[in-house]
T-cell receptor, first 110, second 116 residues
Framework: DQQVKQNSPSLSVQEGRISILNCDYT??????FLWYKKYPAEGPTFLIS?????DKNEDGRFTVFLNKSAKHLSLHIVPSQPGDSAVYFC?????????FGTGTRLKVLA | DAGVIQSPRHEVTEMGQEVTLRCKPI?????LFWYRQTMMRGLELLIY????????DSGMPEDRFSAKMPNASFSTLKIQPSEPRDSAVYFC??????????????FGDGTRLSIL
């Protein structure tokens, strides 16, 4: 029973355009949500996070949006660059376990 | 600063053999996590330690799996006996605060385990 879901296993975007990665969760008790990026043969690296009391957090080209009523968060990357090609995991942290989604593979086409 | 160090990077062994994965967390981090990555289930938390003490091992799939942290700079994940379905990438991560906070976890590069 996946409490954190990333329903799109892959996404292709043209360089310079916006990439939108989505994540859904089922448990309202999560306190924070995080996005990690993973390159092949490397461990995941932290990208950006958002508290459950906020609805937006921005860091350079990366913005995370949280819609608590829909139990949905998204990561926007603008503009997308070839170096952004990686697997992106969303994670939820709270009273319960730190739970990751299954990941979305982003490919930015030059 | 040195990151989380895992060894070996790759392990290939036959079914029934004992497998030991090793992890050195970042100095000063008092939380250590073991994860398993598979295509079907993504990143699953197996166990985590706080100040060398196991706090939550409910993610450990079976009694064949065990983990120890004898000191602040070293942890092991052992599988005995190993089975083909244990084949996966195993990650170790560390952080300064617990998993229910905003403090990000720092991951090692993983051990790719193949059980034949």
């Amino acid at each position: 029973d996946q409490q954190v879901k990333q329903n799109s296993p892959s996404l292709s975007v043209q360089e310079g355009r916006i990439s939108i990665l989505n994540c859904d969760y089922t448990n309202s008790m999560f306190d924070y949500f995080l996005w990690y990026k993973k390159y092949p043969a490397e461990g995941p690296t932290f990208l950006i996070s958002i508290s459950s009391i906020k609805d937006k957090n921005e860091d350079g080209r990366f913005t995370v949006f949280l819609n608590k009523s829909a139990k949905h968060l998204s990561l926007h990357i603008v503009p997308s660059q070839p170096g952004d090609s990686a697997v992106y995991f969303c994670a939820a942290a709270g009273t319960y376990k730190y739970i990751f989604g299954t990941g979305t593979r982003l490919k930015v086409l030059a | 600063d040195a990151g989380v160090i895992q060894s070996p990077r790759h392990e290939v062994t036959e079914m029934g053999q004992e497998v030991t994965l090793r992890c050195k967390p970042i100095s000063g981090h008092d939380y250590l996590f073991w994860y398993r990555q598979t295509m079907m289930r993504g990143l699953e938390l197996l166990i985590y330690f706080n100040n060398n003490v196991p706090i939550d091992d409910s993610g450990m799939p079976e009694d064949r799996f065990s983990a120890k942290m004898p000191n602040a700079s070293f942890s092991t994940l052992k599988i005995q006996p190993s089975e083909p379905r244990d084949s996966a990438v195993y990650f170790c991560a560390s952080s300064r605060r617990g998993q229910d906070s905003n403090q990000p976890q720092h991951f090692g590069d993983g051990t790719r385990l193949s059980i034949l």
